[in-house]
């Protein structure tokens, strides 16, 4: 049986995310402290599959995941999908909000939630943890009410904890979107695919962001992210992260990828991959491509030999 990898501990929205994509049971599901330990150990092959939380709508990407993609790693992305998120502040059962004193959370979700403890708990200190699970599971063992934790219902649930004030995130819209990860593995096309790559620069240089974008502008290829890391170099170099439409077997899409390659000091393949709820417009573009393919090659037949 594969095994995939996931932030926990139990009761994390990794696990819920993991719980549905393995609702049939056929992969058994092993908990990691880190997403660093997620991707090391997909990366060593110790689980065939790994799952980590990339972007999220309130707070953006998430730096964990997507540095360990970038620059430790040579993983590829294999499925994306969308959980919507509900943060609850959640403490022992005879907790009050007046009791609380300090609130233990993941960064990012702590983040989601800025505004509302800016509100209500402005004096609360915010402590940082590996997991939304593992700060619920230190509330529960150190049995101190005036520790509260942010973090899933299911994390209260599995740890006796109550929820004190429910679904405190700033916007409750809110949505975290997931990658299941693999090494050496590119899924074949479906229609409804979409392509991530890094983009390297030589240098920084006025126009050279437009000339990256212009290409696939030129081919018609609709960019559905476009976000800059720093490379870890030295402060104001940057490297782009561009999530498009399509699929590396798209005709199109392979020929923007190599126009990018022979001009850019490196492009970071991080998969081609369906996802979900997306129309390829690079499927209609690729088919296009072709048929302007087979016109050029007519032409061509046509030139005279000397």
Known sequence: MNKIGYLGPEGS??????????????????????????????????????????E????????????????????????????????????????KLGDIKEILSYPHAAAQCRSWLAKNLPKVKITATNSTSEASKIVAETKDKQLAAIGPESAAKVYGLSILRPKIEDHHDNQTKFVILAKNKIPNLTGSDR???????HSDRPGSLHSIVGKFSARGINLTKL?????????????FIIEFDGHVKDPVVADCLMDLHTEL?????????????????AKANSLAWENATDWLNSLLKQVQKK
Not at 14 to 39: D, M, P, W
Not at 227 to 239: I, M, V
Not at 267 to 276: E, I
């Open 227 to 239: 976000e800059s890391r720093p490379t870890k170099k030295r402060l104001g170099q940057y490297c």
């Open 265 to 281: 000091a490196k492009v970071k393949f991080l998969g081609s991959y369906p996802t979900q709820g997306s129309e390829s417009i």
């Open 13 to 54: 929205f990794s696990y819920e995310a993991i719980q549905r994509i393995n609702s049939s049971g056929t992969l058994k599901i092993v908990a990691f402290e880190s997403i660093t330990e997620v991707v090391q150990n997909t990366e060593s092959e110790s689980v065939q599959f790994g799952l980590a939380p990339i």
């Open 195 to 201: 392509t991530t790559i890094a983009c390297f620069q």
């Open 56 to 95: 999220n709508s309130i707070e953006g990407g998430v730096p964990e995941t997507l540095d360990q993609l970038l620059f430790h790693s040579d993983l590829m992305i294999q499925k994306d999908f969308v959980l919507d998120i509900h943060e609850h502040l959640q403490a022992l059962p005879e907790a």
